[in-house]
């Protein structure tokens, strides 16, 4: 699919009002979230494939860590990992595919740490 293509994704740092809004208007949710993923999926006058945009509540990444007994860059990395899935075409709907992304992520953020 993105093979020999220069790519472009867009990653914002928000908090938790700012994903909650997001959240509500185009997910129907009046919560708050740590990831939301918006496709584009065109093409730039550039020559750059506008793969999408990635929204992290940097208040939730924070929360999570502590949760999870990771560092906040760790939680980062996990989360903006998750979000660029959801770009590439991957779900988490069902637990096969909950676990798939998991691995996925894990993998990811081993390869940054290394």
Request: charged share 30%; no cysteine; glycine share 4%.
């Amino acid at each position: 699919m993105l093979n020999n293509k220069k790519i472009r994704i867009g990653i914002a740092l928000v908090d938790n009002k700012t994903i909650k809004v997001f959240n509500k208007k185009f997910l129907k949710v009046a919560t708050e979230t740590d990831v939301i993923s918006f496709n584009i999926d065109e093409k730039a006058p550039d020559g750059f494939y506008l793969l999408g945009d990635v929204l992290v509540s940097l208040d939730q990444v924070k929360k999570q860590a502590s949760q999870f007994n990771a560092t906040e860059a760790e939680e980062l990395a996990r989360v903006v990992a998750h979000g660029v899935l959801h770009l590439l075409g991957y779900e988490d709907k069902t637990p096969q595919e909950q676990k798939k992304m998991r691995n996925l992520e894990n993998k990811i953020v081993s390869s940054i740490q290394k």
